[in-house]
């Protein structure tokens, strides 16, 4: 997976921290509620990317698979000398893990399953940005972007770009070339705080 560990650098991780500066500067210095969208293509395909890879990978494709695995290949134990990696201590765990890297390395060259949910994305879904003013910052996780239910049933994306803004993603609205920006309480942030909480194996709590 070497060549495409650099695909992936080259693709998206090298230009992160470019990437990150720029929503700090329009971001936090706009005046608005909504300004001009930027790096659209790049934050939703980046988005969806760590959606599916973090710990716990996208979560339609999870269901369907514990559906698939369920009292069959999850009963499976493989013995520690035969597994690929340490982790993956049953044979619903490999599955996982290999469906996964073929639709990574499908993604990378802009084709599969991520790709074409990453193309529906930037058709069907914006962004919108919030902005702790107060004390409380927000966490980050080893789920570094996820999809949860809130309590109105409706399905909302967040993903913490910095201590002080998170990216959420929601239906499109009319002006989809615009992003939203909202200024939060503390109260909130904590809200969403609970949220990364309840979706992370491990999280980093930062303190201003």
């Known amino acids: 997976m070497l060549v495409k560990s650099q695909n992936w650098s080259v693709k998206y991780e090298n230009q992160w921290n470019s990437v990150v500066k720029e929503i700090e500067q329009n971001i936090l210095s706009a005046t608005t509620e909504f300004i001009p969208a930027f790096q659209k293509e790049y934050l939703m395909k980046f988005f969806v990317a760590l959606n599916w890879r973090g710990f716990q990978s996208n979560q339609q494709f999870e269901d369907i698979l514990k559906v698939i695995t369920k009292d069959l290949l999850d009963q499976i134990d493989i013995p520690i000398k035969w597994r690929e990696l340490p982790c993956l201590e049953t044979a619903a765990d490999e599955l996982r893990h290999e469906l996964l890297l073929k639709f990574y390395r499908q993604y990378l060259d802009d084709e599969g399953i991520i790709y074409k949910y990453a193309e529906l994305n930037l058709q069907h879904t914006g962004f919108h940005f919030l902005i702790s003013d107060g004390s409380t910052y927000f966490n980050t996780s080893d789920s570094p972007s996820f999809i949860f239910k809130r ?43 609970t949220t990364i909480r309840e979706n ?9």
């Open 151 to 193: 309590f109105d049933g409706a399905l909302q994306g967040i993903m913490p770009i910095t201590p002080r803004i998170l990216l959420t993603q929601g239906k499109c609205t009319d002006n989809s070339d615009m992003y939203y920006i909202s200024h939060i309480t503390d109260r909130e942030v904590q809200r969403y705080n």
């Open 200 to 208: 992370a194996s491990e999280f980093i709590i930062h303190i201003g």
